[in-house]
């Protein structure tokens, strides 16, 4: 079965450094999200993105963060200058179309801002 | 704005036991659809079921099935004959219906399931 994929699974950083998290979403899909779940709490939106642009934000999607789908295959998170809340599970997701079509999940990436 | 309340942090029951887990909403959408998710030590978040609002038909997938109740706002999942396997965190979700794109998932703070052997 097709998988969205994300590297990297783990990466400890110093606060203040840019991070980019890199994501695979399954090739026929259209619709992209980043969410984050900072650790024992709930999984939260970050930004859903769509034909080259972002359809949506959270707050918590402030100017430290944007999006990118440099090559028509992967799309990145990045965050400028890290802080220790950052510290989290980063989440990739991916669907085919909209009107609740079925959205699938990366396996995360653990970011531990240090 | 909508909301996802799990009322049960924790749950454990014996393998092979049926177990419920319960989920309510909050949304003044009439069409939308609800989910759930399961996330395994692994942490990766992996769907387990899928209900369209405008179905009466409650959602199954195999050993798992929902019981939806539209008017009353409610979405528990039934596990029958857990397994081991089945231990995991389980997130209640809801995404409001936006034609032709997808709007962002509201998860719920999520149950633990422990299945003992």
């Known amino acids: 079965e097709p998988e969205v994929t994300q590297t990297p699974s783990h990466q400890v950083t110093q606060m203040g450094q840019e991070v980019i998290l890199r994501c695979v979403p399954i090739s026929n899909h259209l619709y992209f999200y980043w969410y984050r779940q900072i650790l024992g709490q709930k999984v ?3 930004v859903s ?3 080259n642009e972002i359809s949506e934000k959270s707050e918590i999607f402030d100017d430290q963060f944007s999006v990118e789908r440099p090559d028509g295959s992967n799309f990145t998170l990045k965050i400028r200058s890290t802080k220790l809340e950052d510290s989290a599970m980063y989440f990739c997701a991916s669907s085919q179309q909209g009107a609740g079509n079925t959205i699938y999940f990366g396996e ?4 531990t801002v240090v | 704005a909508q909301t996802v309340t799990q009322s ?7 393998e092979a036991e049926t177990v419920t887990l319960s989920c309510t909403y909050d949304t003044s959408e009439n069409n939308y659809y609800l989910f759930w998710y399961k996330q395994p030590p692994s942490r990766q978040m992996i769907l387990v079921i899928r209900q369209e609002a405008y179905k009466q ?3 199954t997938e195999n050993r798992f099935s929902v019981n ?5 706002k409610s979405f528990s ?3 029958s004959d857990s397994q081991l396997g089945d231990t995991a965190m389980y997130f209640c979700a809801f995404m409001k219906h936006v034609l032709k794109r997808d709007d962002k998932i509201i998860f719920g703070k999520g149950t633990r399931l422990h299945i003992l052997p």
Do not use: D, H, R, T
Request: proline share 4%; aromatic share 18%.
């Open chain 1, 108 to 111: 995360g990436s653990w970011l």
């Open chain 2, 8 to 14: 049960q942090p924790e749950m454990s029951v014996q």
């Open chain 2, 57 to 59: 038909q409650n959602a």
């Open chain 1, 49 to 51: 993105f769509y034909n």
């Open chain 2, 77 to 79: 999942l039934k596990i």
């Open chain 2, 68 to 72: 939806f109740q539209k008017a009353a």
């Open chain 1, 44 to 46: 939260e939106f970050l």
